[in-house]
T-cell receptor, first 114, second 115 residues
Framework: GAGVSQSPRYKVAKRGQDVALRCDPISGHVSLFWYQQALGQGPEFLTYFQNEAQLDKSGLPSDRFFAERPEGSVSTLKIQRTQQEDSAVYLC????????????FGSGTRLTVV | AQTVTQSQPEMSVQEAETVTLSCTYDTSESNYYLFWYKQPPSRQMILVIR??????QNATENRFSVNFQKAAKSFSLKISDSQLGDTAMYFC????????????FGTGTLLAVQP
């Protein structure tokens, strides 16, 4: 596609519910990142994929967070047993050659846990 | 640890005027990349300008330019002839390479351009 597509754009979850957030990167982009952006803050790194391999998951805040990219294209970020502190915007970014082209971001999913 | 600091939570500027947003960073790496991203209410991060640390010449992109002071670890963004469409959150960010090449962001500066 022309850009990075994320869905849903908004998600309201009850505390304890599981959610799945989808990222569809630009075709051919090898690198894919997930970021968490709390209200009024800068994005914080969650995890990184190179093709289907998850090379860095050091930013995932707990074992309730899980990400996958099984075929090296679409990625899903799953949050189990959501808590109020999980409320944030979740941004996805992708790149082919980051040092030449930079990263392209999606518009994010705003998750609100009530 | 690599950190990025933006000390101005909010800034305001009159249309057509010039404004400078500040950013400092901390790293022990010698080769890295610096970025300014714009985030309008649509939430999509848009790349404004980038600077390679090994380049001494300051980057410019139309009305946007940077003042990169490597020794001081400072990377400020100057917006000339401000336009209403420049109203947004601006984030300074940094990549130092390594296995992940992840962006490390500052906390942002909310810029309001007044008519």
């Amino acid at each position: 596609g022309a850009g990075v597509s994320q869905s849903p754009r908004y998600k309201v979850a009850k505390r304890g519910q599981d959610v799945a957030l989808r990222c569809d990167p630009i075709s051919g982009h090898v690198s894919l990142f997930w970021y968490q952006q709390a209200l009024g803050q800068g994005p914080e790194f969650l995890t990184y994929f190179q093709n289907e391999a998850q090379l860095d998951k050091s930013g995932l805040p707990s074992d309730r967070f899980f990400a996958e990219r099984p075929e090296g294209s679409v990625s899903t970020l799953k949050i189990q047993r959501t808590q109020q502190e999980d409320s944030a915007v979740y941004l996805c970014a992708s790149s082919r050659n980051w040092d030449r082209d930079g990263y392209t971001f999606g518009s994010g999913t705003r998750l609100t846990v009530v | 640890a690599q950190t990025v600091t933006q000390s101005q939570p909010e800034m305001s500027v009159q249309e057509a005027e010039t404004v400078t947003l500040s950013c400092t960073y901390d790293t022990s790496e010698s080769n890295y990349y610096l970025f300014w991203y714009k985030q309008p209410p649509s939430r999509q991060m848009i790349l404004v300008i980038r600077q390679e640390a090994y380049k001494q010449q300051n980057a410019t992109e139309n009305r946007f330019s940077v003042n990169f002071q490597k020794a001081a670890k400072s990377f400020s963004l100057k917006i000339s002839d401000s336009q209403l469409g420049d109203t947004a959150m601006y984030f300074c960010a940094f990549i130092y390479g390594g296995a992940t090449n992840k962006l490390i962001f500052g906390t942002g500066t909310l810029l309001a351009v007044q008519p």
